[in-house]
C-alpha cells in the first residue's frame, strides 16, 4: 500500500512547486509622495516687532485672528509692552503676556483672538510714542 501512495505525493509536490511559481504580475511603480506642506502655526500667524533705542519697528502689524506677536528687545534698557489704554490695559490683554522684557528678551503675547485693531505702549514710558504702535487682528 505505502508504495502506492509515493507517487501521488509526488504529484502533489510538482503541483504544488506549478501553482506557486507563476509570474508575479508587474506592481506599478509607486507614486512618489508629495513634500508635506508645514503645519500652519495654529489659530494663524505670527509677526515680530523688534524694540530698538529709537522704538518699535514696524509701528503697525497685521496678523489673522488667534495669532500672536513677538517682540524683541535689541534695546539697553528694558521695556514693559502693554496693551492700551495706559495704565488700565484692558483693550488687549493677550499683550500684556509680552511684559517686561530685558535687553535681548524677545516674548510674545498670547493668541489675540477678536478681530479689531489694538494699540500698544511701553507701560514705562507711556508719553513716549517712538514705543507706541498697532496690531491689527483681522
Ligand atoms: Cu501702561
Redesign the pocket.
Known amino acids: 500500500m505505502r508504495r502506492l501512495l509515493a507517487p501521488l505525493f509526488v504529484a502533489l509536490a510538482i503541483a504544488a512547486a506549478a501553482c506557486g511559481g507563476g509570474d508575479s504580475p508587474s506592481s506599478p511603480s509607486p507614486t512618489p509622495t508629495p513634500a508635506p506642506t508645514p503645519t500652519p502655526t495654529p489659530g494663524g500667524s505670527t509677526a515680530t516687532i523688534t524694540i530698538t533705542s529709537a522704538g518699535v519697528s514696524p509701528r503697525s502689524v497685521t496678523i489673522a485672528v488667534g495669532g500672536r506677536v513677538n517682540f524683541v528687545n535689541n534695546d539697553t534698557r528694558g521695556h514693559d509692552m ?1 496693551s492700551n489704554p ?2 488700565e ?1 484692558t483693550d488687549c490683554p493677550a499683550i500684556n503676556q509680552a511684559g517686561f522684557l530685558q535687553p535681548g528678551q524677545s516674548r510674545e503675547t498670547g493668541n489675540l483672538t477678536t478681530p479689531r485693531t489694538c494699540g500698544f ?1 511701553d ?1 514705562n514710558r ?1 508719553t513716549d510714542t517712538t514705543l507706541q504702535g498697532t496690531i491689527v487682528i483681522q
Do not use: L
Request: zero cysteines; proline letters at 14%; glycine letters at 0%.
Open positions: 502693554s495706559h495704565p490695559h505702549h507701560h507711556d
